[in-house]
């Protein structure tokens, strides 16, 4: 059997390789509803951009960082913000310097093959900063921090969310601020590999999931779920739940200009997918387990599963997909428009565009991030890559 390996800095995240709200699989208090946000009115690129025009190369911005996995850059602030696996947030300027002084350093962590320190985000507003790591007992936690100022105070560490995993590695570990300020968290099936425990069309399970809540305490309880999730109120489901049917969502964004959401999910023994859903959908089961990217796996297609929007073969050297961006930024004008993302081993950036929900065009953008791990988008629609060796690219025109 042929399995799927997604290596990040000396750790090594394999697809299918064997506080104050502690939460157990299916079993957690059911926190408070909250009253549903007001989305942001989404506007459409009337034109589809022309991928064969596309000429890109890649600068490095920064290097000397260790293992970096995620990015995330905070309103009103030039910094760029990068997460190391092993457990430190640092700091890096406008100018590309690397500050020695990190912003944080998390922990304590797990530091095994799919573990440590996965994901960061900040409060629309910037003055909070959200963290995903494992602790030592391999167990998803999602922590919040008060910046204060250009500092982020760790005595004001609050944990939000604590999922207990059954195995080291699918953590999933992407934590987004949506459009609308919620807290999107991605939980891959708990690991080792096939879904043993069956948590992918279980939706009484956290894992599997993109779950959606508001951060803010309530009630007694360290966060809320927005009243207008899709099961809410719902029998026998988790109420956090957003979408479900996900192998191990390894990157999801949303994006910018129009507010749809982009998943790549990263596939076991065959194939690799980028799922696609317009702007405030909701409830989509992407299928896993019951089969992975559009083939039965462990069944057939569930009922009303939703197709993928692409998926990519291990036949021709893809491993483990690494979800990116739609490019927003003006840099490049002939990108825009286009969703860039990549695969951990065949390290070729592709560009994809979608009209109405379906591929019109894909190809290799003819520019390769060796040892990719992830990719980050700034405040004006730049997107960057990221090499597991440590350092951080820009995407800039050819």
Same mark, same amino acid.
């Given at each position: 059997m042929r399995h799927s390996s997604?290596?990040?800095?000396?750790?090594v995240l394999t697809a299918c390789s064997s506080g104050s709200s502690s939460t157990t699989t299916g079993t957690a208090p059911i926190p408070p509803t909250s009253a549903?946000?007001?989305?942001?009115?989404?506007?459409?690129?009337?034109?589809?951009?022309?991928?064969?025009?596309?000429?890109?190369?890649?600068?490095? @911005? @920064?290097s000397g960082l260790d293992s970096p996995v995620a990015l995330a850059w905070r309103a009103h602030d030039s910094r760029m913000f990068v997460a190391e696996q092993t457990g430190r947030i640092r700091v890096v300027?406008?100018?590309?310097?690397?500050? +020695?002084? +990190?912003?944080?350093?998390?922990?304590?962590?797990?530091?095994?093959?799919?573990?440590?320190?996965?994901?960061?985000?900040?409060?629309?507003?910037?003055?909070?900063l959200y963290v995903d790591f494992t602790d030592p007992d391999d167990d998803t936690h999602v922590d919040e921090y008060t910046m204060q100022g250009d500092v982020a105070s760790a005595s004001s560490r609050r944990q939000v969310l604590v999922v207990q995993q059954p195995y080291s590695n699918h953590k999933g570990g992407e934590v987004v601020t949506g459009p609308d300020g919620m807290l999107y968290l991605g939980l891959g099936d708990g690991g080792s590999e096939g879904d043993p425990m069956r948590v992918g069309q279980n939706k009484s399970s956290f894992l599997s999931k993109i779950l959606r809540i508001n951060p803010a305490p309530a009630g007694g309880a360290p966060y809320s779920v927005p009243a207008d999730n899709p099961f809410v109120g719902q029998p026998g489901t988790r109420p956090e739940t957003w979408m479900w049917g996900l192998r191990n969502p390894w990157r999801f964004s949303f994006d910018r200009a129009t507010g749809d959401v982009w998943i790549g999910d990263v596939g076991q023994n065959e194939y690799e997918e980028v799922d696609f859903a317009r702007a405030g959908a909701?409830?989509?089961?992407?299928?896993w387990s019951d089969r992975e990217g559009a083939h039965d796996f462990n069944g057939t297609a569930p009922a009303g599963a939703r197709d993928p929007l692409l998926e990519t073969s291990h036949s021709v050297g893809n491993c483990a997909i690494v979800g990116g961006y739609v490019y927003r930024g003006?840099?490049? +004008?002939?990108?825009?428009?286009v969703y860039v993302f990549g695969d951990d081993c065949r390290q070729n950036l592709v560009g994809v565009v979608a009209v109405d929900g379906r591929v019109v065009a894909r190809r290799d953008l003819d520019e390769t991030v060796s040892m990719l791990t992830t990719f980050g988008e700034d405040p004006s629609g730049e997107i960057y890559a990221v090499g597991r060796a440590g350092t951080v690219f820009r995407i800039t025109a050819r």
């Open positions: 997604f290596f990040v800095g000396a750790l549903a946000p007001t989305l942001t009115t989404t506007t459409r690129n009337p034109a589809a951009p022309d991928l064969a025009a596309v000429r890109i190369t890649t600068t490095a @911005v @920064v300027s406008a100018d590309g310097t690397l500050s +020695p002084t +990190p912003l944080l350093t998390i922990g304590p962590l797990s530091h095994g093959n799919e573990e440590g320190l996965l994901g960061i985000t900040f409060s629309r507003d910037g003055s909070k909701k409830g989509i089961n992407w299928g003006r840099a490049i +004008p002939t990108l825009r428009g």
